[in-house]
């Protein structure tokens, strides 16, 4: 299984941006999905997930309300759409991949994949 996360670049204070992490070598539909990020000089904080199954959701106390996990069976990929972005929110972005993950979805040592990252970085 490989995971690829794109998307990110260079944006505004409350501009809005989908990252994506596309999977390959194995249907993403088996996998919970996550996404983490991490800041410089910062601990890896959660930021989103989608289980397995696709019915359930979590995010991370600072997203809440601003950011939508989302996973496309069809496209065999994950996604990560961002509103309202803030300066706070710069961070390194990685998508995670838990084998029929439905349990401590926020938990970043039950992912068995990870992908290489994107950066956003969020002027203020």
């Known amino acids: 299984v490989q995971l690829q996360a794109s998307g990110g670049g260079l944006v505004q204070t409350g501009d809005s941006l989908t990252i994506s992490c596309q999977m390959s070598g194995r249907a993403i539909g088996n996998y919970a999905v996550g996404w983490f990020r991490q800041a410089p000089g910062k601990e890896r904080e959660f930021v989103a997930a989608i289980n397995f199954l696709g019915g359930r959701t979590f995010y991370g106390d600072s997203v809440k309300g601003r950011f939508t996990i989302t996973r496309d069976g069809a496209k065999n990929a994950g996604f990560l759409q961002m509103n309202n972005l803030k300066p706070e929110d710069t961070a390194v972005y990685l998508c995670?991949?838990?084998?029929?993950?439905?349990?401590?979805?926020?938990?970043?040592?039950?992912?068995?994949?990870w992908g290489q990252g994107t950066l956003v970085t969020v002027s203020s």
């Open positions: 995670a991949a838990y084998t029929s993950g439905n349990y401590y979805l926020t938990q970043a040592r039950m992912y068995d994949y």
